[in-house]
């Protein structure tokens, strides 16, 4: 997912909620600043707008709005990303064309030898005598050392170079990558915007499609939640949390470590998120049905311990990027969970 998108296909349009500040970025190409670091919520799309907007400046037969023909030679090297005037930088754990070797996992970060490989990019002009652009996504995916490397370029980028930062954390980028950049803030999509844009996704009906947005967050990620067995997998770990603190907590640890490290900490953030509102007096936003387990779980704890825990767990996704161990991580997130409730360790 480059941006933390669910999706594979790097090449899908922009959704219709970012139409217009693509449009905008369009029709000011001959001022657009040399880096744009393209920020909002994550699953919103930014990853689809930093590779459309790359795509209909590196066109040869632009649309009257500016946009992509996806007819001429360039649109179909950026159909199969090949086209020798981009440079797409992110994760390979996160790049679905990553082919990985040997036993070693995929890196969650974005290595400094991606970044030094621009430098014979920018050596040469552009091939087709237009733009050169390279995206970056997730910047925050980038590590000192990495976003060092990125400055010199970031100074001096050459003519007609334009860097695409994206970014759903632009507070975790060094300063010095911030003030060389301009920030342009997009927005998530309201509810009634995102249902139709699931709808005409594949989701089967209206209410299949707010409950996939409810829980999901976001209406990228709600893609997944769509899908029989992205649908299997979020329901198995609902389900666990929902057991706790009653059921023995390693058994539990089991259960959440057979998912995606991304998948279970995004359900258990939510989870407490509903819980506090429960605690609050109200009702469950992203969990609705399970109310009265809420309800429950409320009369053994209370707001100020849940709060303490919610705001603990606000840098777990990041936690999850930078990994020594997973399974450390979900056993100390389910423990951490349950001494809410003054629940101890258990057994297995």
């Not at 790097?10 to 000011?28: F, N, T």
């Not at 990558?177 to 844009?197: G, H, K, M, N, T």
């Not at 989701?203 to 409810?214: F, I, Q, S, V």
Request: with cysteine; charged share 20%.
């Amino acid at each position: 997912m480059a941006e933390a998108d669910p999706q594979n296909d790097l090449l899908a349009p922009a959704p219709p909620w970012l139409l217009e500040p693509l449009l905008a970025l369009l029709g000011s190409q001959g001022s657009l600043h040399h880096g744009l670091l393209l920020s909002g919520p994550p699953g919103i799309g930014k990853g689809a707008f930093a590779r459309q907007l790359a795509a209909s400046l590196l066109c040869e037969a632009p649309g009257a709005d500016g946009l992509a023909c996806r007819q001429c030679a360039s649109c179909q090297w950026m159909l199969q990303l090949q086209h020798p005037d981009l440079r797409l930088i992110m994760p390979e754990s996160l790049d679905p064309q990553f082919v990985p070797s040997g036993s070693k996992k995929p890196s969650r970060e974005i290595k400094i030898e991606q970044v030094r490989e621009l430098a014979g990019f920018m050596a040469v002009g552009a091939h087709r005598g237009g733009w050169r652009i390279v995206i970056i996504d997730p910047a925050e995916a980038m590590n000192g050392i990495t976003a060092n490397g990125l400055l010199k370029t970031l100074e001096e980028p050459g003519p007609q170079t334009l860097l695409l930062l994206v970014s759903s954390h632009d507070d975790r980028l060094p300063a010095t990558i911030r003030s060389r950049c301009r920030r342009v803030p997009l927005r998530a999509p309201d509810e009634a915007d995102a249902l139709q844009w699931l709808l005409a996704a594949g989701a089967p009906d209206e209410d299949t499609a707010r409950r996939a947005l409810r829980a999901a967050g976001s209406p990228m990620h709600a893609l997944v939640f769509i899908e029989p067995a992205e649908q299997a997998a979020h329901q198995s770990i609902l389900e666990t949390l929902a057991a706790l603190p009653d059921t023995a907590d390693m058994k539990a640890v089991d259960a959440l470590d057979r998912h995606d490290p991304k998948q279970w900490a995004g359900v258990l953030q939510r989870w407490i998120a509903d819980l506090a509102r429960v605690l609050a007096g109200l009702e469950p936003h992203y969990y609705p049905q399970m109310a009265g387990r809420m309800t429950q779980l409320a009369s053994a704890t209370d707001l100020d311990r849940v709060t303490r825990l919610q705001t603990a767990l606000v840098t777990l996704e990041a936690r999850i990027n930078h990994p020594l161990n997973t399974r450390l991580l979900c056993e100390s997130s389910v423990l951490a969970y349950c001494k809410v409730f003054g629940a101890g360790r258990s057994n297995r």
